[in-house]
């Protein structure tokens, strides 16, 4: 347990659907982040707030919608995704600080296929 | 731009000692990490380096030269559990707070 926790830990939608995924810490931090993990790709990150403020957009789709209602909570919002956002969706988040060591802790991810 | 390049797969001998080494290019270098992931889970830290020189934690080190945009993990005593994906991140200035991630070397370790 890293103190990052996820849900749903697997999601299996259409082409048409909306969903949301949902990333809560239990650590204090003041920073939290979205990556996404396919096969035989590195970790790429999406969005990175601070403060409740989206500091990062890493030129992601609109289809993909983040939202962080306080420093504790960050949602993806999915809607009319395509297959090949099929991947592991990975939440992380860390103190924020980054003159110091800032290690980011990572929940367990949203398995998500799109069909 | 930002390159993190490490090798996809490696195989060693339980008890033995495998490096996995790491280079980067990025332009306001700022610490490196390394993480350990078993496959459809989460990246657990294990080492920080930002400073040049070894970091050593139980049968893990890790090694850092900021002049070579290298790194490498260490690790000592092979055991069966080791056989999981290793990932070199990276976090740069111009970045904040962000990683940059490696793909991930997937370690074998056999009897």
């Known amino acids: 347990e890293t103190g990052v926790t996820q849900t749903p830990r697997h999601l299996v939608m259409g082409m048409t659907n909306k969903k949301s995924l949902k990333c809560e810490q239990h650590l204090g931090h003041n920073a939290m982040y979205w990556y996404k993990q396919s096969a035989k790709k590195p970790l790429e990150l999406m969005f990175v707030?601070?403060?409740?403020?989206?500091?990062e957009n890493n030129s992601v789709p609109s289809r993909f919608s983040p939202e962080c209602p306080n420093s504790s909570h960050l949602f993806l919002h999915l809607h009319t995704l395509q297959p090949e956002d099929s991947a592991l969706y990975l939440c992380?988040?860390?103190?924020?600080?980054?003159?110091?060591?800032?290690?980011?802790?990572f929940g367990p991810g949203t398995r998500l296929t799109v069909l | 731009g930002q390159n993190i390049d490490q090798p996809t797969e490696m195989t060693a001998t339980e008890g033995a000692i495998v490096q996995i080494n790491c280079t980067y290019q990025t332009s306001g270098f700022n610490g490196l990490f390394w993480y350990q992931q078993h496959a459809g889970e989460a990246p657990t830290f294990l080492s920080y380096n930002v400073l040049d020189g070894l970091e050593e934690k139980g049968r893990f080190s890790s090694f850092l030269s900021r002049s070579k945009g290298y790194s490498y993990l260490l690790l000592k005593e092979l055991q069966m559990k080791d056989s999981v994906s290793y990932l070199c991140a990276v976090r740069d200035h111009q970045a904040g707070t962000a990683l940059i991630f490696g793909k991930g070397t997937t370690l074998s370790v056999s009897s």
């Open positions: 707030y601070s403060l409740e403020e989206r500091v």
């Open positions: 992380a988040s860390s103190q924020g600080a980054e003159g110091l060591t800032d290690t980011q802790y």
